[in-house]
């Protein structure tokens, strides 16, 4: 291959690069995303509770109602104490790090670390404020605060130490026990990582069920996850 050959595909590779970032849709830092939004708390009385497309345009937020067609322009003086909700079906990955397990029978609360992963879906709540951050006198950064709630069900699979203390009768072994999870739980979005309270059932799956004291018995945990979406 001639050296002009090789000139004219790195030309061409160039092209389609600068096609490809060209097309990329880019938001501000500090801006809300372009979407429709609850209006909580707004000083306006006709504005709260609608829900309106926000367009952020940086010295003032450009919203449209869906509904009536109806936009107008909101300067930033006006919409600094406003709170912007909006929410999503959730679809996340958890594991449970621990569990803690009423009393029963002779055995005192427990506290279990075996292995839990679970698939959550739930409802999202996300509240949106913009907050201005004084530098000086004369200048001001806009920032943009945000906060995300959750709750839903989950199922997952996980393990359990069978042994004689933990069924009512002697079976003579010991060993690691699958059992299928399932339950509710609320979570709270830290940005890193997402964090969970949980309430759950647990069912094993072997003949040694019908002796295990905490078969179908309600436990309490903490969801520790990854958001898919």
Known sequence: MTLSKWRLIGLAGTLALGFLAGCRVTVPQGSLAPDVYRIIHAG?????????????????????????????????????????????????????????????????AQLNSNFNAALYVGRRIDLYNYRWKHISPTYAVRQLQSRGFGYGLFTGIGSVTINDFVTRMPIGIEYEGVVVNAGAAAIYDARIFNIGLAVGLDHLLDGNRQHWIYQQKPWFGVLFGLNLN
């Not at 509904?67 to 709170?83: E, F, G, K």
Request: proline share 9%; net charge neutral.
């Open 44 to 108: 306006q009385s006709d504005l709260p509770g609608q829900k309106l497309y926000v367009l952020d345009a940086g010295d003032s937020l450009q919203l449209l109602n869906p509904l009536t067609d109806q936009r107008r322009s909101v300067h930033r003086s006006a919409y600094q104490p406003w709170t912007f909700q909006r929410s999503e079906i959730d679809v996340d990955v958890f594991t449970l790090p621990f569990k803690i397990r009423p009393a029963q029978v002779a055995l005192p």
